[in-house]
């Protein structure tokens, strides 16, 4: 089944485009569903010091997180890859800080997709509540 809302989706092509990967040469869309209704998307952004690039999921929190929002309910990540591509461990743990229910949909431009919870994706995560 296709879950993926259409806006999502378009703003994930739009940070694919916008994409900064030159060493790569891989490109990373990622758009959230924030909790105020509103869309937060982000592309990668590598560096020259290679260790300092960081992934399109990364990119659209900090967007997020500083315009005052703390939490989201969807994930679209865009690639070209087949099967379409998952957010890396690092992404997760970070992904789970802000919404470890959210779902994930990763989708390519054949239009396959693959759908998780954020949970799923990183089971018995370490967040928020551990610190409690
Ligand atoms: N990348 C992301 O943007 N998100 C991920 O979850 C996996 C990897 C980026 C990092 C780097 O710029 C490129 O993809 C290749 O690893």
Do not use: H, W
């Not at 891989?26 to 105020?36: C, P, Y």
């Not at 005052?68 to 070209?80: D, E, H, I, M, Q």
């Not at 461990?89 to 998780?116: K, P, S």
């Amino acid at each position: 089944m296709n879950t993926i809302d259409p806006d999502l989706l378009a703003a994930a092509k739009t940070a694919f485009d916008r994409a900064y990967a030159p060493y790569s040469r891989f490109q990373v869309g990622a758009a959230l569903l924030g909790t105020d209704g509103k869309i937060y998307a982000g592309c990668n952004v590598e560096n020259a010091s290679y260790g300092l690039s960081r992934c399109a999921e990364q990119t659209a929190i900090q967007k997020m997180v500083s315009e005052g929002v703390r939490g989201f309910s969807k994930a679209v990540v865009y690639t070209l890859a087949s099967p379409p591509s998952s957010p890396c461990g690092a992404c997760r743990q970070i992904l789970f800080e802000f919404g470890e229910n959210a779902e994930v949909v990763m989708v390519n431009d054949q239009n396959e997709t693959r759908v998780f919870t954020v949970s799923e994706l990183l089971p018995a995560g370490f967040g928020p509540r551990d610190l409690e």
